[in-house]
């Protein structure tokens, strides 16, 4: 099955950086890669979906990029909305998820 | 807005079987463009894709849960259903059912269901 990990586990950052997160993937998965938010105690939220599109309804700080086996979700101007931890998730073969980076203020 | 919502027992003994439902609302289990998923996530761990079926019966399941899960659909109900055979304290964890697109992936969640492994 295909391995998805994620740089870095945890993310310092305060109001307004501009935000990077790294997903990996141990073989290709072309570009069906998906991004999620999830903040405790809710369902996780997607974000973008075919590595670079964005979902309606959020917020165009968002965006993601990258095919094949490397990808990033950057965030242009955190938010403290924006504090959850973020899954990256691919669906060429099967499905799997990334072990989450968690987005924490500095 | 499709809404899901998962139902079922908080508490599974093990070696016995976790038996979850979603019911589906805002959108039908008969729609031939999704896909209807059950996707869990352990303490401490990452999200795991359990499995998806279609609304013909037609399902794909993780290979590391192949011989135990079992997935269903009640297009009466609006319901589908996920079955976990012979679980045991690592299948703790919140249950999570959800709405894929064909060839996508799950754009509307249940807000899950905790169900904890002990005798």
């Known amino acids: 099955d295909i391995q998805m990990t994620q740089s870095p586990s945890t993310l310092s950052a305060s109001v307004g950086d501009r935000v990077t997160i790294t997903c990996r993937a141990s073989?290709?998965?072309?570009?069906?890669l998906a991004w999620y938010q999830h903040k405790p105690g809710k369902a996780p939220n997607l974000l973008i979906s075919?590595?670079?599109t964005l979902e309606n309804g959020v917020p165009s700080r968002f965006s993601g990029s990258g095919s094949g086996t490397d990808f990033t979700l950057t965030i242009s101007g955190l938010q403290p909305d924006d504090l959850a931890i973020y899954y990256c998730?691919?669906?060429?073969?099967?499905?799997?998820f990334g072990q989450g980076t968690k987005v924490e203020l500095k | 807005q499709v809404q899901l919502q998962e139902s079922g027992p908080g508490l599974v003994k093990p070696s016995e079987t976790l038996s979850l439902t979603c019911t589906v609302s805002?959108?039908?289990?008969?729609?031939?463009?999704?896909?209807w998923s059950w996707i869990r996530q352990s303490p401490g761990k990452r999200l795991e894709y359990l499995g998806y079926?279609?609304?013909?019966?037609?399902?794909n399941y993780n290979p590391s849960l192949l011989s135990r899960v079992a997935m269903s659909v009640d297009a009466s109900n609006n319901q589908f259903s996920l079955k976990l055979y012979s679980v045991t304290a690592a299948d703790t964890g919140v249950y999570y059912c959800?709405?894929?697109?064909?060839?996508?992936?799950?754009?509307?969640w249940g807000q899950g269901a905790l169900v904890t492994v002990s005798s």
């Open positions: 998730q691919q669906y060429n073969s099967f499905r799997t």
């Open positions: 075919e590595a670079s």
């Open positions: 073989q290709s998965v072309r570009s069906w």
């Open positions: 079926i279609y609304y013909n019966g037609n399902t």
């Open positions: 959800a709405r894929a697109p064909v060839r996508g992936t799950p754009d509307s």
């Open positions: 805002g959108g039908s289990v008969n729609s031939g463009s999704h896909y």
